[in-house]
């Protein structure tokens, strides 16, 4: 059977999508021949006697024979003024901050832009000024919706030059009445000159400024700061993976570093009776958040989460000879430290599962931990980013 493809009218000057043309069977090819080529020096520690594709599997997205769809629950604009009171929004072009209208987007949740579409028209219709970028001057500068993957929730957060909100019920009313799946809407305050959508400040305006989704079955809080997965389908194809890798068994300690508010450990936690984890993450509200996720799931008793530099942590708990069977480590793009790495060598865990939204860093920080002792169990590639050259990885590795 073919692949349905599709086409964008904007496709060309949004560039998010730069492989919407490209069939999906061919994309995923693609991305695990790349990260094949970026392993493959150390793929000798994998079976020999399987060929690269067992060795090393890429999990796409189920389509049936369609290409993906809908499958991105988070979507932004930035606001500038148009014309006539007008107010702009849609997606920066590639590579600038010119602002190329889009009323629907492929890759978005169903409903995702036309919620942002509503803050625009509240906006116009109270005579809210957009934010003027060159200028830093006027109130609205973006929106951030989160489109709920297992619950009907919808957390919209407008971004704004300032606290103060002029006719703020009204505001809120008016966007209401656009876009009443909205469930939760919060103000978040970013007056920096900076290039990043969102500011330290947030306040709730409805709805108690937060959402509910499941992953897993298991039940997460999230507020606008939060770190949740773009893609949740194929998020728990991801935690699915890292799961079963790391060989869980009640009984054991797990080290969630990097553990935001708990997704993972919470996940793996439900998934083992007697599991019991540790989940460590320096920004405070995450913590605050992954502790009340552990009650609002009864798993308060067996995951405790930490608010500390995780590199310290672990220090400490190998002076106080604390010991961990497994840790669990999902850092940033840019990887983790030499510091971390050695930190988690100097816990002689079993086995260390590594989630990566950045392969290259990631083959750089493998390197590190199997010159400390470990060796490559397995590498699997989730397709978390379909028309784009973008895929997330799990490598097990297992102490020699």
């Not at 690269?52 to 369609?66: A, K, N, S």
């Not at 919808?154 to 019920?169: F, S």
């Not at 958040?289 to 590199?311: H, K, M, S």
């Not at 590639?381 to 379909?386: K, L």
């Amino acid at each position: 059977m073919g692949f349905r493809t599709y086409t964008c009218p904007i496709a060309r000057s949004c560039g998010g999508c730069e492989w919407l043309a490209v069939p999906y069977p061919i994309q995923l090819r693609r991305k695990r021949e790349a990260i094949v080529e970026l392993f493959s020096d150390v793929l000798a520690e994998l079976p020999t006697s399987e060929t690269r594709e067992r060795q090393v599997p890429i999990h796409g997205m189920d389509v049936d024979g369609m290409e993906p769809v809908h499958f991105r629950h988070k979507a932004a604009t930035p606001f500038a003024p148009g014309s006539r009171g007008a107010m702009r929004s849609g997606f920066y072009a590639r590579g600038t901050h010119r602002i190329v209208p889009c009323a629907d987007c492929l890759v978005e949740a169903p409903g995702a832009r036309r919620v942002l579409s509503a803050v625009a028209r509240a906006a116009e219709e109270l005579r809210i000024p957009a934010y003027e970028e060159d200028r830093g001057r006027g109130l609205l500068r973006h929106a951030v919706v989160r489109m709920g993957f297992a619950t009907n929730d919808c957390l919209l957060t407008v971004v704004t030059n300032g606290r103060g909100i002029a006719r703020e019920r009204e505001f809120v009313q008016h966007i209401l009445a656009h876009a009443p799946e909205v469930t939760a809407i919060a103000q978040n305050v970013n007056q920096r000159r900076t290039n990043a959508i969102l500011g330290r400040e947030t306040l709730a305006l409805y709805g108690g400024g937060h959402m509910v989704d499941q992953l897993l079955d298991v039940s997460f809080e999230i507020g606008p700061t939060s770190f949740y997965q773009t893609n949740p389908a194929q998020t728990e194809v991801l935690y699915d993976l890292a799961i079963r890798g790391a060989g869980l068994e009640g009984g054991m300690r797990v080290l969630d570093a990097y553990c935001g508010i708990g997704t993972i450990g919470l996940c793996a936690a439900s998934r083992v009776d007697g599991l019991r984890v540790v989940g460590v993450e320096q920004v405070e509200g995450a913590v605050a958040d992954a502790r009340a996720n552990a009650a609002r799931n009864g798993l308060g008793e067996r995951c405790r989460f930490i608010c500390a530099d995780a590199t310290a942590y672990m220090r400490d708990a190998r002076r106080d000879c604390l010991g961990f069977d497994v840790v669990l480590m999902d850092p940033p793009r840019a990887g983790s430290t030499p510091e971390f790495l050695h930190g988690v060598l100097g816990l002689v865990p079993e086995r260390v599962v590594y989630i990566s939204c950045n392969p290259v860093t990631q083959r750089r920080d493998v390197d590190v931990l199997m010159a400390g002792g470990y060796r490559l169990e397995s590498l699997d590639v989730v397709d978390m980013f379909p028309h784009t050259k973008h895929a997330e990885t799990v490598a097990v590795l297992r102490r020699r």
